[in-house]
Nanobody
């Protein structure tokens, strides 16, 4: 049974930082690209960042480039998202996802999802 469990969300002031974690089990974590998406109320799910199986390549959505950093620890089966210089528009539920194939930026390219963790940035 595949499980992706996010943690680390919370309430933070604008300009602050948070680090999200995604603990994976029931799948071969070290052989697949993983990603973070987010969804704000009334909006579509948005690509945030992705990282290849070995951490050798990373990809970011335009709105988070230069502020967020995705990383992984394959020995711990854990994915991370370091979020700095947070803005109120970063407020959303953040979910990690397992890439099954296809274009990285589209949710349909992912087959397993976590339940999400809420990030709220106050102005």
């Amino acid at each position: 049974q595949v499980q992706l469990v996010e943690s680390g969300g919370g309430l933070v002031q604008a300009g602050g930082s948070l680090r999200l974690s995604c603990a994976a089990s029931g799948l071969t974590f070290s052989t697949h690209t993983m990603a973070w998406f987010r969804q704000a109320p009334g909006k579509e799910r948005e690509f945030v960042a992705a990282i290849t199986y070995d951490g050798g390549s990373t990809y970011y959505g335009d709105s988070v480039k230069g502020r967020f950093t995705i990383s992984r620890d394959n020995a711990k089966n854990t994915l991370y998202l370091q979020m700095n210089s947070l803005k109120p528009e970063d407020t959303a539920v953040y979910s990690c996802a397992h890439h099954r194939g296809g274009t990285l930026y589209y949710p349909r390219a992912y087959d397993y999802w976590g339940q999400g963790t809420q990030v709220t940035v106050s102005s």
